[in-house]
């Protein structure tokens, strides 16, 4: 057909171009399985090294003086939040083959807990000493850095995932 000649609607769709492609059927990996659960192992391994990390890195800077974690209360996390990981694997471990892991991950859950504890309030403590104003000429100022912030985060994180894989665990252990 030519561009002069009017179309007079018996042409085949496929021809004529004004019709839009078909729609391709989706895809199953567009589609969230709500089955599979969350990984929390994975979640709370993860968050809880990230805290014991958090432990040695820099947590404070005033000036130009950096304090590290081990400078202070970063012992503690980095204690607790190594007790809370070790417990995390065997405990995971037991829960997958569905043997009673409630005690493991329960003592992990409460060490993760003491970190988190330690984190957040030295968290605070730090941003409350750099809200304070004061009435000298010079202005001190301080700044909670990655270690501080990452780790207290890590361990947040690694008590709600333990706290989770305890509560799997004790679903596991009422069922048998």
Known sequence: MSENQVSDGNESASNS????????????????????PFNWELTAKIALLIALIGS????????IVTVNGTDGDGIITAITSGIALILVFPGAKKLVSNQ??????????????????VYVYDLVNVASLSDESSDEFIEISVQPQIGLIGGALGAVVGVVACLCLTRRARKVTKAS
């Open 17 to 36: 171009g004004m019709f839009p492609p078909p729609v391709p059927e989706k895809s199953s990996s567009y589609h969230v399985d709500s089955q599979k």
């Open 56 to 63: 040695f890195l820099p947590w404070a800077r005033v000036w």
């Open 100 to 117: 009673n892991s409630f005690g493991l991950l329960l003592s992990s859950t409460i060490s993760a807990g003491i970190t988190a504890a």
